[in-house]
């Protein structure tokens, strides 16, 4: 990550403004004003060739004429001129570099091969580089003081890391900072992204103590793998929330399994921010009230919640919400009722919602949140207040953030229903909670600490690595593409997933009675024959299909018995022999499989099978390779978990075997990184054991990528791990 | 509804506020103050046993006193003399009552019994009333101008009619109403709604053109079929917006039958409103964000939304939010793109959504909005900005107005992510469209928009009266209680089904070869033959069930067949006989059935059956009786409605006879209020017809209810309708 480098340009002790100008807004002229005016801690060097006084300093007509040493160029020139400027950079001995120029790859091909050219500079001089095309960098804390954007408001100080991938809204967000009473502590415009992207930011961010929360926009992820491998990492350590862009324009993928056509690029998105940990948002307006509630909350130590307020509607409306959430409502223990009604009046209610009616004066509020916050029961407290009686809103804020000042381990949320003059009054102050204006709002906030709550005690998950017979799925799927096909048969699709332990439903094909009894023997009874015939399709008319056989002898006497009858009735000459099968019996079909996404590469999918499978949608995914924490969760995340728990008296699935059967099947795309798609439709749940059984399989892989990377190894013979 | 009575309250000429006192926030003080700071436009006579003056006015001991007419007596003495208040209020002629006092139902049974009194004199006298235990009335129209409410703050003027049943609600919400940018026409707090209810105000409302929007916070429902008949009407001529609060306390219902545990309070009262048109709206915050829009928007013509964005990320989560809520992004014609063209840079993009690009000055505004909402491809547009360049927020939004005034018939709606003072000038305009700071909540304001468009678009329905025999379902029934049965038998249930021409599974009992065959007979082949015995309870076993039997002869030869081996058993003794059963085919399980919510009545369920039925949930709920347009809507409404469609070359349902099949379940329910649960389950569609049949069923009765009902009538055999 070479912190060294991105410090230069985070933390510089001196900024070049290469581009620098006198002329009124222009970007040029108003970043040298928010430097100055947000009063940068360190030397400003304008830059312009034609030299002079700029925003009342000396201009050098090139960053090499500058005397001191300069960390950072931010650079504002025509696109044109930014290769030159990169190499006089270079020749300076500068390392950071915040290109905010536009003209490049977001203008089509020229543009993305100047890009491609200023990156190659950029990593031939070993700098590192934000943007280009983008508003520029912020940071916040006093010794350094940066606003080096060039949006309309300076930033306000906090504890936020914001990574915003469209400059526009960055510029947007920094206008409503102060409306929002939130602050930054450091802001990347990544523009972009040539070099310096979010996965820089997280990675930059992770042990900076300044940086409490991060934020992103993004629009794309550049390396889902690694955004995953640094997100799940820094989740543990910080909250981090997310809203990614470009949820419908994903719109349904072409693919033809089941398992591409309920896949698409948002779902691979949410799957992946989902198992890095990443709070996601869908819309800026909870993005900004969820980094709120994270500014001014500890992580709780539970979800039970207490409501303490002075009107009963607004008391029941949130009563609603934060059991939708799936939250508890803190049970009040007999002590703290006992003590709430020695001051409450008699017509108030000591139960959760905690209703002091609207007569509640200040030192109720006071009295209250203190014995309810210190009762054990609770974790977490909602505040509500209408205005009544001529008290005072802010009066009310104050006097409960003295009491919460003295409980910082517990987050209590106010929902103050009052004027915005009440907010604006927040604005200016030094709060130690969030305050909302809804009782909602507040529960969206508790469902967001209980998140963040649930995710850092979740244990990390291993990446489990099963003894498989690689070199045979090697084997079988080099066999189908020495043949041009890059849909292997069902019969090879079912042996690659036998060779790598999945648990496949027997069979054996034979041609004579000393086969069919070999064949029946091995797969153990019951079993069930089916012929299969060149001039006979419909095999049940002719009784070409025994179910339910029972054990060598009949088998034997079956056999015999189809031969007989085909004689008799002159079909026997098309006989090719018959499929012995194992006679799997259960009800319960579920899905799994695997996608692949364009962007986020192979992505696993589990659900309920069978015909309901596209009409109810009931499937999830992850991003591959899973942990077997994924998989366990991929497994309870579905509807039909109850199904394989053993509703209405089924026997009860072996969930280890499925999420086992998830594991190999993760194992086997990781090794083949070429199949592309891939179904076990049904995963049969056995009726008689609950094991998850592959009645039938499709693989599919992408021909060309497969040639080459089975030419390369495979083999072998070598062992997966 | 006694129009002129309610006018009395809403529209008086002269107020008597009974209690008035002299004494500091108290609501006998507050109450005169507020009427007089709003210049209420008629007389004020405080009454007081004190007299003296009140708020400058003289005040009487006694509403007799007042020399001239009174129309409203407002009333804040205490409870206990409120009885007497009336009394005199009758002695003087007073008609309308408003009364704030509490301690009354809410308080216990002694309240409860007290307001009981207060009903029956109220109801006596010929009066209405609107309370007790409320906050007060508020009409804002010039000529009338009355603000009877004791809250903090004024209201605003407006075209919305506010319902609360919270008064502190109410009272909150006239705080913030300026901050909302809203206003009210008429506010009533109903209090306990002794007499006045949200009924009584959606019926006097309609017909009233300053009411232009109807919002209620309701935490119950009075008369549920009372409601559903009144808003039905009024929301095809204005939008009703609901928060029914206490949606969590409502719980799962302990009931029995599967249509019971999946019911529930809560799937009742959004059952109701559905049904009724109502807007339901779960947060005040939406609640408030859909008023806004509706108060500034007309109902679109379509669902086709343009954007026009100077800001690329907002367009993009713009689009994502309108394509979630299934809404269409309007296909901008080829003329209004070269009209574009012309005067937006070459880096704008002329697609929707329509991106301006950050220098777009206020021109382009202006001259794009109006190009844009001129086209025939386009019904809503939303407007973005994001401050650049010194562009002030304002003079945009005022531009924009200026456009949007000259095309009144197409909804517009700003989205300007800008700092608070803008919303703040805006609340002291006179605006002619809803500006929002995110994206996302012009896409929910949209959302509400169109389902006001497809609800005034949606034909009436009609219930329809089917011929059945409600005699002998009534028999059946009346014999199930004479033996103090409240569940029936299978058979039971499936005769009383078949009594209202549902299409139930045929079937017949047989003891001997020849009912056999009569039996077999008048039902058609396919038949399946099942024995019933008092000591063989495991059938199959001994070859008790014989399936797809498929002529009378085959039919001779398995009872024979079945005989000869009971009988070689030594089995034959316990036979009681065989059940002959119609052999349907199909493996589309659906469920259909009535449970009764015990506020809101009988209501219909129709989902997925089977296995599936509790775990996928797939259900959908109308409250009962339902029109033909519910009964299709409930089909269509569930994701199982695909396979009913024929998805993976299933034999396409018959929609018409599932629909049906419904509505004359709801007519026996109609028919027999006292039914309490009736399942089945499944229905099962035929493979071979697609038709729904009743295999299964189960009904039970409430007992009491039942015996009584029965015993006044319906042995007559009168027809249903």
Same mark, same amino acid.
């Given at each position: 990550m070479q912190k060294e480098l991105l410090d230069k340009i985070m933390k510089p002790k001196s900024i070049a +403004? +290469? =581009?620098?100008? @006198? *002329?009124?807004? @222009?970007i040029g002229s108003d970043i040298m004003k928010r430097l100055q005016e947000y009063k940068f801690n360190g030397k400003i060097y304008p830059v312009n060739p034609k030299g002079g006084i700029i925003e009342g300093l000396q201009a050098y007509t090139n960053v090499n004429e500058i005397p001191g040493e300069v960390d950072l160029a931010i650079i504002v020139v025509n696109a044109k001129f930014v290769l030159d400027t990169i190499d006089q950079c270079n020749q300076k001995g500068i390392k950071g570099l915040c290109i905010i @120029?536009?003209?490049?790859k977001e203008t089509g091909k020229e543009g993305a091969e100047l890009e491609k050219q200023l990156l190659e500079k950029v990593r031939s001089y070993g700098m590192r580089c934000v943007g280009p095309n983008c508003l520029g960098v912020v940071n916040t804390l006093p010794e350094i003081s940066m606003d080096g954007c060039f949006a309309e408001s300076l930033p306000e100080r906090g504890h936020i890391g914001f990574v915003s991938q469209s400059g526009a809204l960055g510029g947007g967000i920094l206008n409503i900072l102060k409306d929002l009473n939130l602050g930054f502590a450091q802001f990347i415009s990544i523009g972009n992204q040539a070099d310096v992207n979010a996965e820089t930011a997280l990675e930059y961010w992770e042990n900076d103590d300044d940086v409490q929360q991060i934020l992103l926009y993004m629009?794309?992820?550049?390396?889902p793998a690694n955004f995953r491998k640094l997100a799940s990492r820094i989740t543990k350590k910080k909250p981090v929330l997310a809203l990614k862009a470009g949820r419908s324009a994903a719109g349904a993928s072409a693919a033809s399994s089941h398992t591409g056509s309920l896949a698409g690029a948002d779902k691979a998105a949410n799957a992946l921010l989902n198992q890095s940990g990443v709070i996601r948002e869908y819309s800026l307006k909870n993005l900004f009230a969820t980094a709120k509630v994270f500014a001014n909350c500890p992580i709780p130590k539970g979800d039970r919640v207490a409501i303490i307020t002075n009107s009963g509607g607004p008391g029941i409306m949130a009563t609603d919400a934060v059991c939708e959430y799936g939250m508890q409502m803190a049970k009040i223990s007999d002590a703290t009722k006992e003590k709430l009604r020695s001051f409450l009046p008699s017509a108030a209610s000591v139960k959760n919602p905690i209703d002091m009616i609207a007569s509640a004066p200040i030192e109720h509020y006071k009295q209250t949140l203190e014995t309810v916050i210190a009762?054990?029961? +609770?974790?977490m407290i909602m505040v509500i207040y209408l205005p009544f009686l001529g008290l005072k809103d802010i009066d009310v804020a104050k006097a409960v953030m003295e009491i919460k000042k003295q409980y910082p381990q517990k987050p209590v949320i106010g929902v103050f229903m009052t004027k915005s003059e009440f907010f604006t009054a927040l604005s200016d102050m030094d709060v130690n909670m969030p305050f909302f204006m809804y009782a909602e709002e507040a529960a969206d906030g508790f469902n967001r600490l209980n998140q963040q709550r649930l995710w850092q005690n979740r244990p990390e998950g291993k990446i489990p690595c099963y003894d498989v017979d690689r070199a045979k799925a090697a084997d079988i799927i080099r066999q189908s593409i020495c043949e041009g096909r890059a849909q292997l048969t069902t019969r090879e699709s079912i042996d690659v997933l036998d060779a790598y332990g999945i648990r496949v439903c027997k069979s054996g094909f034979a041609t004579n009675i000393d086969e069919v009894v070999t064949v029946g023997n091995s797969i153990g009874y019951p079993v069930v024959m089916k012929m299969t015939s060149k001039t006979t399709s419909h095999k049940t008319d002719v009784g070409g299909v025994r179910v339910n056989i029972q054990s060598e002898e009949q088998l034997r006497a079956e056999y015999n018995d189809l031969i007989a009858k085909l004689t008799e009735k002159g079909l026997i000459d098309g006989l090719e022999g018959v499929i012995i099968q194992e006679m799997v019996k259960g009800n319960r079909e579920m899905v799994c499989g695997i996608a692949t996404d364009p962007q986020y590469g192979p992505m696993m999918m589990f659900g309920l099978g069978g015909v309901f499978i596209e009409v109810m949608k009931d499937v999830t995914f992850r991003i591959a390779p899973l942990t077997d924490i994924d998989a366990e969760e991929m497994i309870k995340s579905v509807k039909a978990y109850k199904l394989l728990e =053993?509703?209405? =008296?089924t026997t009860p699935a072996q969930m280890g075997q499925i999420q086992e059967t998830l594991l190999r099947l993760s194992q086997l795309v990781n090794d083949f *990184?070429?199949?592309d798609e891939l179904d076990i439709n049904p995963l049969l749940i056995s009726e008689k054991t609950g094991e998850g059984i592959a009645v039938d399989g499709r693989i599919k892989v992408r021909l060309e990528e497969a040639k080459s990377a089975l030419a390369d190894c495979c083999t072998c013979g070598s062992a997966t791990c």
């Open positions: +403004v +290469v =581009g620098a100008s @006198t *002329k009124e807004h @222009t @120029t536009a003209g490049f629009e794309s992820i550049q390396n009762d054990e029961n +609770v974790d =053993g509703a209405r =008296g *990184k070429f199949i």
